[in-house]
């Protein structure tokens, strides 16, 4: 709606943050009852249940805005403040002095379109590598433009410093900002009568309380914020954990649509009441605004809700003083965000489709392992473990990309190989090298094939190719975006 005033476009995210603030689900149906008179006199009577945040008003230098859509950043906190000891222990999310302070444990960009007929999340992992504008410590004292994580901004600077922080780093103005608690989003879930989650396997992960057997399981608030927080089990880490953040966000989306929900009129106050009282915002919410975003936004359904994340260049890249961090593909993230401050669709409809035709584990090899790159990550705590699979990998004629470092996570005994789905041929000869290891696909990765190597690795297989390819001809052709895209019609096992 690039004839939308730019008074309407500071207010139209109002709306659209509910939509946002029961993490993308509740506000559809907020959205469908605020039409009603009850619904009006609902949202009208639960306004001031919000907490709000001045997060604006100190901002200068800022991207102009996009041309007719509403952008949100959307904060998971993991902050323990104002819960109690039982509550934490119940939650298996530490203590208050254990876990002292403010962090953002999640962070996402999303994009409602000004036609109102599609929203875009996107997810931006938190130890995401960007440039943390210059700023004012809590001290008073100047703070001078760095390099560092992307969750380090909310821990020194709050809401105010990560905007400014995103709009830095994408070129995407904010419009409004949503923030949930760990304590909210139980609360919310539980509103909802729980969803459905999957798991390719059963888990039992101590640091985050998930408990869950392989395949589909119902939870509620506890079990939900634990399938969201965990990653010590996931061998992909962060990056797995945003793929299960954005397919429990589209369950939330299914349920908060389903009949069960709004068709009863008790469920639906509480959920509207849980959502509203989880969350910060923004301090410019006007629930006039909801009413007009209702109109709009009734033609939306599940399968207009789609999910990608940042495209990746490295998803555990050493950075001098940081660690272990995650690089963004600046090339495409930035064709990315531009895109999206056009108020242009992101995300090719015909990219998904070709990418799930494609086998990657079927038909012999054809790459020459020449052509891959790989890097070997200690996943078993054995000093020296890395270094020897890097040269193993070498040995057998793969290109190594990195010098071999330890992965994050638990010590493992099960070799894990970590690739990107659109370099489809290329796995095949990963495979036929390392036929014990375990591949885990992580859309985004990038060109890089990361072994991750458990104590039971016993060496690098040579690869007899099927077939020599050309001399000229790419190894592999992967599509653009390199995110993967889901929506919330998506099935939840599949």
């Given at each position: 709606?690039?004839?939308?005033?730019?008074?309407?476009?500071?207010?139209?995210?109002?709306?659209?943050?509910?939509?946002?603030?029961?993490?993308?689900?509740?506000?559809?149906?907020?959205?469908?009852?605020?039409?009603?008179?009850?619904?009006?006199?609902?949202?009208?009577?639960?306004?001031?249940?919000?907490?709000?945040?001045?997060?604006?008003?100190?901002?200068?230098?800022?991207?102009?805005?996009?041309?007719?859509?509403?952008?949100?950043?959307?904060?998971?906190?993991?902050?323990?403040?104002?819960?109690?000891?039982?509550?934490?222990?119940?939650?298996?999310?530490?203590?208050?002095?254990?876990?002292?302070?403010?962090?953002?444990?999640?962070?996402?960009?999303?994009?409602?379109?000004?036609?109102?007929?599609?929203?875009?999340?996107?997810?931006?992992?938190?130890?995401?590598?960007?440039?943390?504008?210059?700023?004012?410590?809590?001290?008073?004292?100047?703070?001078?433009?760095?390099?560092?994580?992307?969750?380090?901004?909310?821990?020194?600077?709050?809401?105010?410093?990560?905007?400014?922080?995103?709009?830095?780093?994408?070129?995407?103005?904010?419009?409004?900002?949503?923030?949930?608690?760990?304590?909210?989003?139980?609360?919310?879930?539980?509103?909802?009568?729980?969803?459905?989650?999957?798991?390719?396997?059963?888990?039992?992960?101590?640091?985050?309380?998930?408990?869950?057997?392989?395949?589909?399981?119902?939870?509620?608030?506890?079990?939900?914020?634990?399938?969201?927080?965990?990653?010590?089990?996931?061998?992909?880490?962060?990056?797995?954990?945003?793929?299960?953040?954005?397919?429990?966000?589209?369950?939330?989306?299914?349920?908060?649509?389903?009949?069960?929900?709004?068709?009863?009129?008790?469920?639906?106050?509480?959920?509207?009441?849980?959502?509203?009282?989880?969350?910060?915002?923004?301090?410019?919410?006007?629930?006039?605004?909801?009413?007009?975003?209702?109109?709009?936004?009734?033609?939306?359904?599940?399968?207009?809700?789609?999910?990608?994340?940042?495209?990746?260049?490295?998803?555990?890249?050493?950075?001098?003083?940081?660690?272990?961090?995650?690089?963004?593909?600046?090339?495409?993230?930035?064709?990315?965000?531009?895109?999206?401050?056009?108020?242009?669709?992101?995300?090719?409809?015909?990219?998904?489709?070709?990418?799930?035709?494609?086998?990657?584990?079927?038909?012999?090899?054809?790459?020459?392992p020449a052509s891959i790159r790989v890097r070997a990550l200690n996943a078993a705590g054995t000093p020296g473990l890395a270094a020897q699979a890097s040269e193993d990998l070498r040995a057998a004629g793969f290109a190594i990309a990195a010098d071999a470092a330890d992965a994050v996570g638990d010590p493992a005994r099960e070799t894990v190989v970590r690739f990107d789905p659109r370099w489809s041929k290329s796995v095949r000869t990963v495979r036929a090298a390392l036929p014990d290891a375990r591949f885990v696909e992580?859309?985004?990765?990038?060109?890089?094939?990361?072994?991750?190597?458990?104590?039971?690795?016993?060496?690098?297989?040579?690869?007899?190719?099927?077939?020599?390819?050309?001399?000229?001809?790419?190894?592999?052709?992967?599509?653009?975006?390199?995110?993967?895209?889901?929506?919330?019609?998506?099935?939840?096992?599949?």
């Amino acid at each position: 709606m690039s004839s939308t005033s730019p008074q309407l476009n500071r207010h139209r995210p109002a709306g659209r943050w509910r939509r946002l603030v029961a993490v993308l689900a509740t506000l559809l149906s907020v959205l469908i009852v605020a039409t009603s008179t009850a619904g009006w006199a609902l949202l009208h009577r639960v306004e001031g249940q919000v907490d709000r945040v001045d997060v604006f008003a100190d901002l200068s230098h800022r991207p102009q805005a996009s041309n007719g859509g509403t952008n949100f950043l959307l904060v998971g906190s993991d902050t323990r403040e104002g819960i109690s000891r039982r509550a934490l222990r119940r939650l298996t999310a530490g203590s208050r002095r254990s876990a002292a302070g403010q962090r953002s444990d999640t962070v996402m960009l999303a994009h409602v379109s000004g036609a109102g007929d599609a929203v875009t999340l996107i997810s931006l992992p938190r130890d995401s590598v960007v440039k943390i504008p210059a700023h004012d410590s809590a001290a008073g004292e100047r703070v001078p433009a760095r390099r560092d994580k992307l969750n380090v901004a909310y821990a020194a600077g709050g809401p105010e410093l990560t905007v400014r922080t995103v709009e830095h780093n994408t070129g995407v103005r904010i419009d409004r900002y949503v923030e949930v608690d760990f304590a909210g989003f139980v609360r919310l879930v539980d509103a909802l009568g729980g969803v459905d989650v999957c798991l390719p396997v059963a888990v039992d992960d101590q640091q985050s309380g998930l408990d869950l057997p392989a395949g589909r399981s119902h939870v509620g608030g506890v079990q939900g914020l634990a399938y969201v927080r965990a990653r010590a089990f996931d061998p992909t880490g962060d990056i797995g954990r945003i793929g299960r953040q954005q397919r429990f966000l589209a369950a939330l989306v299914d349920q908060a649509l389903s009949r069960t929900t709004l068709l009863n009129p008790v469920r639906l106050r509480g959920v509207v009441d849980a959502a509203l009282s989880a969350v910060r915002t923004d301090d410019e919410l006007d629930y006039g605004d909801v009413l007009e975003l209702a109109t709009r936004l009734r033609g939306a359904d599940r399968g207009d809700l789609l999910f990608t994340t940042v495209p990746l260049a490295d998803s555990n890249h050493f950075e001098p003083g940081l660690g272990s961090t995650v690089l963004w593909d600046e090339a495409a993230a930035q064709e990315m965000f531009a895109k999206l401050r056009a108020d242009e669709p992101i995300l090719e409809e015909a990219a998904e489709p070709k990418r799930a035709a494609r086998k990657t584990d079927g038909g012999p090899p054809t790459v020459p392992p020449a052509s891959i790159r790989v890097r070997a990550l200690n996943a078993a705590g054995t000093p020296g473990l890395a270094a020897q699979a890097s040269e193993d990998l070498r040995a057998a004629g793969f290109a190594i990309a990195a010098d071999a470092a330890d992965a994050v996570g638990d010590p493992a005994r099960e070799t894990v190989v970590r690739f990107d789905p659109r370099w489809s041929k290329s796995v095949r000869t990963v495979r036929a090298a390392l036929p014990d290891a375990r591949f885990v696909e992580v859309p985004g990765l990038g060109g890089t094939f990361e072994v991750l190597a458990g104590s039971s690795y016993g060496g690098v297989e040579d690869v007899t190719l099927a077939a020599q390819p050309s001399p000229t001809s790419q190894p592999d052709d992967p599509d653009r975006p390199a995110s993967r895209v889901r929506s919330a019609a998506d099935p939840v096992c599949g």
